[in-house]
């Protein structure tokens, strides 16, 4: 005759319970999508949402989440997210701040180098303060449109919309017609 002798039940402590507690409410919540106006986008939970939503304060106002991926880590890559300037850029020279916007893409393309929409940023800020070094800014994006050309319609994309909110924007005129030739 075998005997089976039960191990004593162990009362989780307050750490587990409350790993626990927050387990099951994340797989009891659903799951949503934020993605971009164009539809696409990466999958962010609403407590990733809720999260992001508490430090975004403290970066300060006109700061986007960027999120990449860059070569390293176990699988070959690995994922970076980090706050910038890139958007602020834009949205001052769409309301007609082009001294405000040239400091802006100035950090944002130091931030990353490799940004297209960064340098077209700073390409049209330059244009409308009259700054130098325009053309070396256009050959890097013209040359990126080609090695990617994915990029080129999430650009071209923007130009349309620039140019929907200011028709007769004759800097983004002019870098549009310099990328299209």
């Given at each position: 005759?075998?005997?089976?002798?039960?191990?004593?039940?162990?009362?989780?402590?307050?750490?587990?319970?409350?790993?626990?507690?927050?387990?099951?409410?994340?797989?009891?919540?659903?799951?949503?999508?934020?993605?971009?106006?164009?539809?696409?986008?990466?999958?962010?939970?609403d407590s990733a949402m809720r999260q992001l939503a508490t430090l975004l304060p403290a970066q300060g106002d006109g700061k986007v989440l960027r999120v990449g991926v860059r070569s390293g880590g176990c699988s070959g890559m690995s994922y970076t997210m980090d706050f910038i300037d890139a958007a602020l850029a834009w949205l001052q020279l769409l309301d007609n701040q082009p001294q405000a916007a040239l400091r802006s893409a100035r950090n944002a393309v130091k931030l990353n180098p490799q940004d297209p929409q960064a340098r077209i940023n700073l390409s049209l800020a330059m244009l409308e303060t009259n700054a130098k070094g325009v053309r070396e800014h256009i050959d890097l994006v013209q040359r990126l449109r080609v090695m990617a050309p994915e990029l080129a319609s999430e650009l071209d994309d923007a130009i349309a919309d620039g140019l929907a909110r200011r028709p007769d924007w004759q800097a983004l005129l002019k870098v549009k017609a310099w990328l299209n030739a």
């Open positions: 005759m075998t005997s089976e002798i039960a191990a004593p039940a162990q009362t989780p402590g307050p750490t587990e319970a409350a790993e626990a507690a927050e387990a099951a409410e994340a797989a009891a919540a659903p799951t949503i999508t934020h993605t971009g106006r164009d539809g696409k986008g990466i999958l962010i939970t």
